[in-house]
């Protein structure tokens, strides 16, 4: 296979597995809440939250840097491998024994939280190696085998997780179950990527501690960059959990759990067009800016209309995951009101991002970042204790917005790109009259949470799929009327010629 097919069928692949990676998650999402309830799953929350800052310190970048030294020094791809995977699994494991170390000397923390700490931390240890091999997969092209491998994770730790919800019938049992079914998961998918990997060239460890201080003067930058930017996203969790109970920790995790599904598609779309943000930078400064307004406008077209069927869905959605306590989901609908209404300065601010890190400012988005986390923290610990996951939930758009002013700010300084909202009263109109008609109609047949609460769990996937889905054809469908020149129809031939 040549090399155009092969990137070709990879991207195919990798976009194909991540949408179906996000249907299996949230299916394993509605089985943990279910049987954990509103304090169970703020438990599961503050685990995975706590561990996940240990874990961006322990990765730090390292995996992006091999895939850059394999590809300028193929001839020394086996040393590398086994050089960066000594570091690797040290210093993994020196990073992620700290957690469970930390989470025991917080009084809030002792006892089942601390022990789930260290499975998930056991986990994710796993999934760290991991990412040595899935590097050399990258290296060759062959990433969508890192997607299956993904794909066939999720599908093992939902599978355990289902068989632990028939045989532990105690909160506890079934928190602790779950995570190890999430270890085994993880140890099914690294050992696929491990048996792929070591096809292309012998995979084996190296403690060369020798070339360890170089390795990581290049992953600093980074490696700070991620570190703030986790304690930017996640630290209202810890502060949430530190101030307040399990329970309200669980309310907000309703809403976020389903936030950081739904905010992830933007960085996909992103992810996807970041190799051509890249060689355009190098090659046609010029294409660089008619390629980028083309991605505005298509992240344009995108976000408006999700943020309006999520901003109306939002407390089916949350109800969802409830199932013990709908009234718990009605309030947590609430919560990702604000949430979701923080995706669209997110996502404006994810793309310009991508075109200042191809342009290497990476010092000037790491500059705008300790100011917003600064700036997130301060209002977290000011709110929270009074205003509990509101005030998390409305720190995270306030930061949001600043997050945004901040990165177009410095794109205009450092690359001089201003881009038009081409068609915005269009795609404006057809937004708000496809959350509108979706809101009627729903009023008009009935369909109020009261009863939707009272639905069969199947019923309510299928209705709420269904209300976003038809959401979706009203915006289209709008945007396709004849009269005045689809914005639609415009991008989707601009795209094509170019």
């Not at 045989?167 to 140890?187: C, N, P, R, Y």
């Not at 400064?285 to 069927?309: H, M, N, Y």
């Not at 209002?379 to 306030?398: D, E, S, W």
């Not at 915006?475 to 795209?495: D, N």
Request: net charge positive; charged share 10%.
């Amino acid at each position: 296979m040549d090399t155009n097919r092969r990137i070709a069928l990879s991207s195919a692949v990798q976009i194909t597995g991540k949408f179906l990676a996000y249907a299996v998650s949230t299916v394993l999402l509605i089985v943990l809440s279910t049987h954990l309830g509103t304090s169970g799953i703020g438990q599961y929350t503050t685990i995975t939250t706590f561990v996940s800052f240990f874990v961006t310190i322990a990765d730090f970048g390292l995996s992006a840097v091999l895939v850059r030294e394999i590809a300028q020094n193929p001839d020394r791809k086996e040393t590398l491998t086994a050089q960066f995977m000594g570091l690797r699994v040290a210093y993994s494991l020196l990073i992620l024994a700290l957690a469970p170390l930390a989470s025991s000397l917080i009084p809030q923390y002792r006892g089942l939280i601390t022990e789930g700490v260290v499975i998930a931390a056991l986990a994710q240890f796993i999934l760290l190696v991991n990412q040595i091999f899935v590097s050399v997969l990258q290296t060759r092209l062959r990433l969508d085998k890192a997607t299956y491998a993904d794909i066939t994770n999720r599908l093992v730790t939902l599978v355990f997780t289902v068989v632990a919800a028939s045989f532990f019938h105690t909160v506890g049992g079934f928190l602790i179950a779950a995570l190890w079914a999430t270890t085994i998961g993880s140890l099914v998918n690294t050992g696929l990527c491990y048996a792929w990997a070591k096809k292309h060239w012998r995979i084996r460890l190296s403690l060369a501690y020798q070339e360890w201080p170089a390795v990581f003067l290049v992953i600093l930058p980074l490696g700070i960059f991620n570190t703030i930017g986790q304690i930017y996203f996640k630290v209202d969790t810890i502060i949430l959990s530190l101030l307040k109970s399990s329970h309200d920790v669980g309310i907000y995790g309703y809403a976020y759990n389903i936030f950081a599904v739904i905010f992830t598609i933007p960085t996909l779309f992103i992810g996807v067009v970041l190799p051509k943000f890249s060689q355009l930078w190098k090659e046609d400064r010029e294409g660089l800016v008619v390629f980028a307004q083309k991605v505005f406008s298509v992240v344009s077209l995108i976000i408006f209309p999700l943020t309006a069927i999520i901003f109306v869905l939002a407390p089916f959605l949350t109800v969802i995951l409830a199932r013990q306590s709908p009234a718990d989901g009605i309030i947590a609908g609430r919560v990702l009101i604000i949430l979701c209404a923080s995706l669209i300065p997110y996502a404006f601010q994810d793309f310009f991002q991508a075109i200042l890190f191809v342009s290497n400012s990476q010092v000037g988005l790491i500059k705008n970042l300790v100011v917003a986390s600064i700036v997130n923290l301060g209002l977290n610990f000011l709110l929270i204790p009074r205003y509990g996951y509101m005030a998390a939930a409305t720190v995270t758009l306030i930061s949001e917005i600043i997050m945004l002013y901040l990165t177009v700010r410095l794109s205009k300084r450092v690359i001089q790109l201003r881009l038009r909202f081409n068609n915005y009263g269009a795609i404006l109109t057809a937004t708000v009259a496809a959350a509108v008609l979706l809101k009627v109609g729903m009023v008009l047949t009935g369909l109020g949470i009261d009863h939707f609460a009272s639905l069969p769990l199947w019923r309510q996937v299928v209705t709420a799929g269904s209300l976003g889905l038809i959401g979706v054809l009203i915006y289209v469908g709008i945007l396709l009327l004849p009269g005045k020149r689809s914005p639609l129809r415009e991008l989707v031939e601009s795209i094509q010629s170019r």
